[in-house]
């Protein structure tokens, strides 16, 4: 029941509440339980390096491996069609976790140029510290892609559906030309998760996700993970969890367990939701723009329809004056929440400036400035639509337009 092997032959929302959750012995609970303890009772001398750590190796210390966390490993790795998975702390700490233990000084990486605001950042002042060589280029465009790579390429990054332009990025095409370019291919999924697009089974060696978002579903738990081989993902366990330590709690790992349970569920109503909202949106004569990618009108449609079985609960939009509808939506929203983050059960929008976004994180110029003025103007609201009745949402957003 815990191989999750992506053959199909077990449906996904089967595996998410059941997959991992035999690591008991005898009789075993029912329903997932906590694990808290921070190290385990041990009968017999177990060596103290992380490099010696197995899959095998009885349970030791928490920043080693836990079994609750090893139930929430065993149900992302099924849900993503991969061989294995590993829970982080929060969705930073997985993606620099994976960024410095496949890079190294000398190695070049080539990263979407408008992607999640933490990991751009990083990439651009952390890891350039470190000696690693980016290249930032719009993953929309194949050909610009493929200009992009160099014989020291070692890792290719993609975030589809990427913040806050929702561009598509096809995943397929690009390990294609990873692979040419004898460079692995990480892909960060969490606006889409699992139960939209599976990148393992598209050829990315790695999917990563903020399990703070959709996957958890209510935001009361932070998270990150990372699926992918099992071979890639050994050495990923020592050095990324036992060494840089940013492993998850193992009551933050229950919760999440708790929330993928019903994720299958909760995407059909966030994308059911987002696509009424994107369609009112769009007729609303105060705004100027939606993008969304279940919209016809959105660039990337067709690439979507492919690649994405739910077009998630994520969509931007902008008006005319940014600072006053932001003002305003402070003020009166009553039931969406004006907040950052996404992917919870209840709505948020955020004012997502550009000011702050293409000149700060992303460094934008040229074209690739222009392209993302064009699409944002001076600022674009990013909702996470929840899974509230879209009568109420809708009603919420005539009011403050
Ligand atoms: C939130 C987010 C992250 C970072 O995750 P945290 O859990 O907040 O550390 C990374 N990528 C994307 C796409 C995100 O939305």
Known sequence: M?????????????????????????????????????????????????????????????????????????????????????????????????????????????????????????????????????????????????????????????????????????????????????????????????????????????????????????????????CGSAKHLAGLRSEGLSHFGGVISPFNAWLIIRGLATLELRMQAHEANALAIAEFLEAHPNVERVLYPGLESHPQHALAAKQMDNYSGMLSFRVEDPEALAARMMQELEVIHYAVSLGHHRSLVYLMKTDELAHTSYALEGDELEAYVDAAGDGLFRLSVGIENVEDLIADLDRVL
């Open 2 to 226: 815990s191989d999750g092997d992506g053959t199909g032959k077990t449906g996904s929302r089967t595996l998410a509440i059941h997959a991992g959750d035999d690591h008991g012995r005898g009789n075993r609970p029912s329903a997932p339980d906590i694990v808290m303890s921070s190290t385990f009772v041990v009968d017999q001398q177990v060596g103290f390096s992380a490099n010696n750590l197995t899959d095998d190796t009885p349970w030791m210390y928490t920043r080693w491996g836990n079994p609750t966390t090893a139930e929430l490993e065993a149900k992302l790795a099924a849900l993503e069609g991969a061989e294995a998975g590993l829970a982080f702390a929060t969705g930073m700490a997985a993606t620099t976790a994976l960024l410095f233990h496949v890079l190294g000084k000398g190695d070049h990486l080539v990263m979407a140029n408008t992607n999640y605001p933490g990991t751009a950042e990083f990439a651009r002042e952390t890891l350039g510290r470190y000696g690693v060589e980016l290249t930032t280029v719009n993953t929309t465009s194949l050909d610009k892609l493929r200009q992009a790579m160099r014989p020291e390429t070692r890792l290719v990054w993609l975030e589809t559906p990427s913040n806050p332009l929702l561009r598509i990025a096809d995943i397929a095409e690009a390990s294609a030309i990873a692979k040419e370019h004898g460079a692995l291919l990480a892909v960060d999924s969490t606006f889409a998760t699992p139960v939209a697009t599976r990148p393992i089974e598209l050829g990315a060696d790695f999917v990563v996700h903020s399990l703070t978002k959709f996957m958890g579903g209510h935001g009361d738990a932070m998270g990150g993970s990372v």
